[in-house]
């Protein structure tokens, strides 16, 4: 016999000495009990002892073997169910795994940022940008600052080169001044030649 058969037998017993115990004030509950408590009711007693009617005996061994056998499809029944639960939990419980997971690469892919076809999240596509700008406000200072430097540079050569022009006019004022003289005197020689001889 299976264990399940021992067990639903340990509590048919139990409950038919429960009710020995409590025969007169027990509501029924199974049809073991009822029977049990008919079979005691229905029993003669002799010197102290219950005497049991044999056919009434057999009908109530009968009828615990039917409730026992009610018991054990009960419990399959009972087992089958746990047995499905169980199944359907394990079920659930990798569904929730690969939910997590599906909600982990949903998160990840919602926070990356495609930046030339590289995935960035949002904090190093911040810092990354942070950093572009950065990098573009030094180049920026470093071209005006040079742009200021050589515009001082050009201003500077500008003067220096009027101040050169001036002092062409002034030396080529000079130098055709000195050629007229010069020319002057050169003629004059001329002239004093041409009138001695």
Known sequence: MSNKFYIAAVIALASVFQMNAQIDSLETETPVQ??????????????????????????????????????????????????????????????LAATRDELERVTKEKDALMFLGMPFSKGGYKGMMWGIVGILVVILLILFFRYKSSHAATKEARQKLDETEKEFDTYRTKALEKEQRLGRMLQDERNKSTGNS
């Open 34 to 95: 009822d029977e049990f408590t008919s079979l005691i009711k229905q029993s003669n007693n002799y010197q102290g002892y219950k005497v049991v009617d044999y056919d009434k005996l057999i009908e109530l061994r009968n009828t615990t073997r039917n409730y026992i056998t009610e018991l054990k499809e009960e419990i399959i029944v009972q087992k089958n169910t746990v047995d499905q639960q169980n199944d359907e939990i394990e079920k659930l419980k990798a569904d």
